[in-house]
């Protein structure tokens, strides 16, 4: 879908270099019941657009669109509308974030097409516009920063590592709660797991974000898994490389694949930026797990004072070689609390 689009617009656009007068040039995308979608090319301001022919009746409040880096929405009356019809226009403002849109009319694509009726067509065009609004607010055209994926790369390796075979796939898609800003990246029902990557080599400090990350209290178990990590360009793993893996894997299950997509998203992770994705390789040089218990190095909330908060420390993970458990270990106690997810 994400080529088609793509070769549309650019076909739109060869289509344009002989227009002089201010148009739009719409290649009508293959109709479905609901309202009539097309591929746009806004002249002179060569513009990429996405249009829904909705009836007047229908069309949002213009308090209610969202408005975001990158893109707008408007509603017009084209030369082809006639009194009872509008036009919903999302247009391409900024060029930065051209391969973003593609990927965002893609999205918002199969999600209105499922819709029964163009009411709800309409409401589902307005909540992923939404979604791509708080995406694009919190990661800019640019994506994942070196950091994040390292971080996303160190959580998609425990999922796959232990998860996934343990607890199978449904069960370990479901507890990925970090892409959601929860307190741990993985919430198993009476227990949790917090992944945290580095890739210095000595003196390594772990960075801790709150003081309910590494609070076991409530929980019959709370484990901390900390990778340190080799980076290359020419070797190792990459960030892409794993997430296609990992969807390989779990295309047998459906539900749990589109789940998958949705918390990547989450995450910052677009297939847009696949080049940069997998442009840095990752090497596991040491793999620890700790149980965190009575006396581990940490901050809770029972250690603060009233009206302290947004606690950010750091551990130096030395200090930590008593609270390691080995894997053998850390698998037999996911084992044992399989039934129980």
Known sequence: MVAMIEETWKSLEKESESETKTCILKRRLEPFSSCDISLGYEKPANRRMLLLRVFRSNTPD?????????????????PEDDEEHATLELILTDSRFTDIFTSLVQDVIDNITIQKNEKSVIRAFIERLVKWQQFLDRYGHDGLGDEARRGLYGELWFMRRYLIPILGINKAVDAWKGPFRKAQDFQLSDCAVEVKTTISKQHQKIQIVSEQQLDDTGLG???????????????????????????????????????MEDSLFEAGYLNAHSDSHNKMGYTIRSSSIFRIRKGFPRITEHDLLNGVGDVHYSINVSECVHYVITESEFKTFLMEKKDGY
């Open 62 to 78: 213009s308090d209610y669109l969202p408005r975001s880096k990158g893109f707008e929405i408007r509603t017009v009356s084209l």
């Open 221 to 259: 178990g709370l484990f901390l898994q900390h990778l340190s990590l080799m980076e290359s360009s020419g070797s190792g793993e990459t960030l892409y490389e794993i997430v296609e893996d990992i969807r390989k894997i779990i295309t047998v299950e459906p539900v749990a694949s589109q789940k």
